[in-house]
């Protein structure tokens, strides 16, 4: 018995979207394996996960999310590595690093019962 075998880490069990686009009623349309999900870019902007919008360590939400603007859309969707997305927003925001575990959390696909 060694220290290390104290270890362990958080399995990934996040699939990669298959592919991520933005109609033109600004909503996102996020195809997971086997489910489209449809999410609205205020609730993507509403849940941004940076340090800015969120207090680090408490997890506890600093935005407000009427300061948000009702037209709220991207203005650009990056790949970060091959775990997240990283959004720009029209509202200057762009700090924000959506995982996939994040996103699958926000498109609220998870909530139907499994099999
Ligand atoms: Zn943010």
């Known amino acids: 018995m060694g220290l290390l075998d104290q270890i362990q880490f ?5 699939e990669p979207p298959q592919s991520i686009e933005v109609n033109d009623k600004q909503e996102f349309l996020i195809a997971w394996p086997g489910v489209l999900a449809v999410v609205p870019s205020l609730r993507l902007r509403d849940s941004c996960p940076c340090a800015g919008c969120i207090e680090e360590g408490t997890g506890k939400k600093i935005l407000d999310t009427a300061s948000i603007p009702a037209d709220i859309r991207p203005l650009e969707v990056r790949a970060v590595g091959s775990y997240a997305v990283q959004i720009q927003w029209s509202d200057g925001h ?3 690093i959506y ?3 994040t996103l699958r959390r ?3 696909v ?5 099999g």
Request: charged residues 25%.
């Open 106 to 108: 926000l498109s609220g």
């Open 110 to 114: 998870d909530e139907q019962p499994a």
């Open 99 to 101: 995982s996939w575990e």
């Open 94 to 96: 762009g700090s924000g």
């Open 10 to 14: 958080k399995k990934a069990t996040t």
